[in-house]
């Protein structure tokens, strides 16, 4: 490799014009992360979970009805573990009860799932609600 020599014949030790512009925007760059991070860290607002449920769509199939819905977490923390739980019921009375466990639901996220019932819920009151979860 050949390197740049000054008028003594000594190697040249000063950076180049590319060495200044890199240094420059990697400096610029490590100081955007770290400003992130603390602008993270002092206003992050985790809160809890805030888990939403829309039923999707009730699908008569062999073995069962299947009720396909979307759970939402519209908060900004994650919660595991969750437990949803589906019930028929004809007043006061449940006929049927369901349970699906969803591993994790991140704060912003949605995930879907189907309760399988056995009784067609077109002839009961449907009650598909989150019951309960912990903190990851």
Do not use: C
């Not at 919660?79 to 049927?96: F, I, P, S, Y």
């Amino acid at each position: 490799m050949h390197q740049k020599v000054d008028q003594k014949g000594k190697p040249n030790a000063k950076p180049g014009v590319i060495e200044w512009i890199v240094g420059t925007i990697s400096a610029l760059l490590v100081l955007a992360m770290i400003a992130f991070l603390l602008y993270q860290a002092f206003n992050s607002k985790e809160g809890i979970p805030s888990l939403v449920i829309n039923v999707d769509q009730v699908m008569s199939r062999e073995g069962g009805h299947h009720v396909e819905f979307r759970i939402t977490n519209e908060g900004d923390a994650t919660a595991a573990e969750v437990l949803v739980k589906g019930r028929l019921r004809d007043g006061d009375q449940v006929v049927e009860e369901r349970e699906v466990t969803f591993d994790y639901v991140p704060g912003g996220a949605e995930e879907r799932a189907a309760l399988i019932f056995m009784n067609d819920p077109a002839g009961y009151d449907l009650e598909i609600l989150p019951s309960g979860y912990r903190e990851p």
